[in-house]
Nanobody, 120 residues
Framework: QVQLVESGGGLVQAGGSLGLSCAAS????????MGWYRQTPGKQRELVAV???????NYADSVKGRFTISRDNAKNTVLLQMNSLKPEDTAVYYC??????????????WGAGTQVTVSS
């Protein structure tokens, strides 16, 4: 089973920066893609950024050029560096991890979420 522990987030002024970290622990074969989603009240959860096990990345258009996702495979950790933050980035950010399993389909895991608030 995979446990995800998120850290980072908080309150920042517009134009500022924040970093999010998510560490996966537990007993598992290996990890596939890792990433971050976000959600605001009344809206669907949306992709922010994802990184594959080989390092390929994909970003939402709204964060391209401002956010950077990275991962440390040795530590089973995914990071999200958020720069030039805007009030519209305010949301609960969720860590997302795909677990590779032997002779079984990939399983998705979600973190509990961490609040990011950007004040104008």
């Amino acid at each position: 089973q995979v446990q995800l522990v998120e850290s980072g987030g908080g309150l920042v002024q517009a134009g500022g920066s924040l970093g999010l970290s998510c560490a996966a622990s537990g007993s598992f074969f290996s990890l596939n893609s890792m990433g971050w989603y976000r959600q605001t009240p009344g809206k669907q959860r949306e992709l922010v950024a994802v990184i594959t096990s080989s390092g390929n990345t994909n970003y939402a258009d709204s964060v391209k050029g401002r956010f950077t996702i990275s991962r440390d495979n040795a530590k089973n950790t995914v990071l999200l560096q958020m720069n030039s933050l805007k009030p519209e980035d305010t949301a609960v950010y969720y860590c997302y991890v795909q677990e590779n399993r032997r002779l079984a389909p990939i399983r998705a895991h979600w973190g509990a979420g961490t609040q990011v608030t950007v004040s104008s």
